[in-house]
């Protein structure tokens, strides 16, 4: 066992104490549960079959929507050891990679393999000899007959998907990726933890939508410089977390997927809400900040040159004070379940009056991460 070093404040290390006390003290790695051969079905439809639980995997999109964050969540302080190779997505995330390397420094020293979609590198994951090949299906998608040679060199390959954001999804990617390393019982305590935090917020959103005679309608943006509209998205990342909360996304309309709105577009809708999310793993520049390493002070003062934009003071958001930060890292992840509860308290705050998603997000911490719970994830701009 390494030695755990957590940045933290008095309530989350006695959060963490407890935590660690009810456990009695025991590893958060998994037992694999036995040597016999396991198969099963990823999110493509594809049977994946391996003549024993996998030691190691190589993965990408570690830093963003990859299985990453949920193999950490099984092995804690020993997912390296389950890590063949990764791609640098997480080590060029100033706002995460640090807090995980406190926890493994063992992560230093994986090997790194670049590309993930169209420069996805087969010789490189063959060359790492992983048991199996985790990969998002958006990744996939873009390199098939990559894909295929790892496939060719006798590396069983199967896909997750966390881009979607549809619960079914989610839930059966987190399944493979316990299931794969024969962690079965870790997993189904991860799935059931996400089930529950999820399945409820859907449904009563719905319903609270569904009695709404005129639904507010929401923009989202990337914020990565307030000089220029980011993303904003329809059925993907944050568009899908919308439409199963009800929402009434002005992406839609225009079918983009994942790209920035006309500006004179979003200025003729007049939002109602307004969500601003986090652009990335910088800590410096003009991007909104979100995260462990972030103040509500520096949060709101980053998000200050988007609000102020011309032409926003029109915009009913404005006017009434709704418009809410999040954090980008927050989607496309086992911890979406946080992006997903703040967004339906933004969007319905008297039908989630009862929600608390910080509350939610230092329980998750404390059962399935080492890391420290500490910084500013969402946040109502104007409180």
């Known amino acids: 066992m390494r030695a755990i070093r957590l940045i933290t404040t008095a309530a989350t290390s006695a959060a963490l104490l407890l935590t660690a006390a009810g456990c009695g003290g025991q590893s958060t790695t998994p037992e694999a549960s036995g040597s016999e051969q396991i198969s099963f079905t990823d999110v493509r ?3 994946v079959t391996l003549p024993r639980p996998a030691k190691t995997a190589s993965v ?9 964050l949920t193999m950490f969540a099984l092995f804690g302080e020993d997912v390296d050891e389950h890590l ?11 706002d995460l990679y640090p807090h995980f390397l406190d926890v493994d420094p063992g992560l230093d020293d994986v090997p790194v393999v670049t590309g993930s979609g169209s420069d996805l590198n087969a010789e490189g994951i063959i060359a790492a000899k992983p048991d199996i090949y985790l990969i998002p299906e958006l990744a996939y998608e873009g390199a098939p007959e990559e894909v295929q040679r790892i496939k060719d060199a006798g590396i069983p390959v ?13 839930l059966l990617s987190i399944e493979i990726i316990a299931k794969v390393f024969g962690a079965d019982a870790r997993g189904k305590e991860l799935t059931d933890f996400y089930r529950e935090q999820v399945e409820p917020v859907y449904e009563r959103a719905q319903a ?11 923009y989202v943006e990337l914020a990565r410089d307030p000089a220029e509209y980011g993303n904003s998205y329809d059925k993907l990342l944050w568009g899908g977390i919308l439409e199963s909360l009800g929402a009434r996304n002005i992406a839609t309309d225009k079918g983009v997927e994942m790209a920035p709105l006309d500006r004179e577009y979003v200025l003729s809708q007049k939002p109602d809400v307004v969500l601003l999310v986090s652009g990335g793993g910088s800590l410096d520049g003009s991007t909104m900040k979100l995260g462990y390493d972030i103040t509500p002070e520096v949060a ?3 998000a200050k040159p988007y609000v102020e934009r011309p032409g926003w003071e029109a915009f009913p958001a ?24 703040s967004v339906a308290k933004d969007l319905y705050p008297e039908e989630f009056a009862d929600l608390d998603p910080d509350k939610t997000w230092q329980e998750f911490h404390s059962r ?5 719970p500490q910084g500013v994830w969402a946040l109502d701009y104007f409180a």
């Open 208 to 218: 609270a939508a569904a009695a709404e005679a005129d639904r507010p309608k929401v």
């Open 60 to 68: 990408v999109y570690s830093g963003f929507g990859g299985p990453f």
């Open 45 to 47: 439809g594809d049977t």
């Open 158 to 170: 199967a896909t997750i998907d966390f881009h979607s954001s549809e619960l079914d999804k989610s």
């Open 368 to 372: 399935f991460l080492t890391v420290a």
């Open 300 to 302: 709101r003062a980053s």
């Open 318 to 341: 404005v006017q009434n004070h709704r418009v809410y930060l999040l954090s980008h890292s927050n989607v496309r992840e086992v911890w979406d379940f946080y992006a997903i509860q």
């Open 84 to 94: 063949a190779s990764w791609d640098d997505g997480l080590k060029t995330r100033a």
